[in-house]
């Protein structure tokens, strides 16, 4: 009986073994989730060059990544913030005004989406990161 079962696992584990393409992971997005993302980075970015220039307070702002949630209630929007102004206080400023920007966008993609996405905003500081890294491997 048992070498039946061992003769079986065999033939499972060498004949047929998980390929990497075949796999699942969680972490991973679907293909509706990467539209939704892709449309929400490009109508969040003229939003904020048309409409939403005074959040910014002299700053330069441009939305980075749109991550969405598995369920689409919800999308962390990633910014990068160059100037003058503090990053903390802009960031401050979009969080005051997530349901003004949300309004705008509700209004640009109603035709698209049935529910519009509840928006966190996170600074980005990956060009930060990268600028230290280069000034480290220039030796400054």
Same mark, same amino acid.
Do not use: W
């Given at each position: &009986?048992? @070498?039946? *079962?061992?003769?079986?696992? =065999?033939?499972? /584990?060498? /004949?047929?073994?998980?390929?990497? +393409?075949? #796999?699942?992971?969680?972490? &991973? +997005?679907?293909?509706?989730?990467q539209k939704i993302s892709a449309l929400l980075y490009r109508e969040l970015s003229q939003i904020l060059q048309q409409? &939403? /220039?005074?959040?910014?307070?002299?700053?330069?702002?441009?939305?980075?990544?749109?991550?969405?949630?598995? =369920?689409?209630?919800?999308?962390?929007?990633?910014?990068? *913030?160059?100037?003058? #102004?503090?990053?903390? +206080?802009? @960031?401050?400023?979009?969080?005051?005004?997530?349901r003004e920007i949300r309004g705008h966008l509700g209004n640009r993609v109603r035709h698209q989406l049935r529910v519009i996405p509840e928006l966190s905003f996170f600074v980005d500081d990956s060009l930060d990161y990268i600028e230290k890294i280069d000034n480290l491997l220039k030796g400054e």
């Open positions: &009986m048992s @070498l039946k *079962i061992s003769s079986l696992i =065999d033939h499972f /584990k060498y /004949k047929n073994p998980v390929k990497p +393409e075949n #796999a699942y992971f969680c972490s &991973m +997005e679907t293909k509706r989730q409409d &939403m /220039k005074a959040i910014g307070n002299g700053a330069l702002i441009t939305v980075t990544k749109v991550v969405v949630s598995p =369920d689409l209630s919800g999308a962390k929007v990633y910014l990068s *913030i160059f100037g003058k #102004a503090s990053k903390q +206080e802009v @960031l401050a400023q979009f969080k005051l005004r997530s």
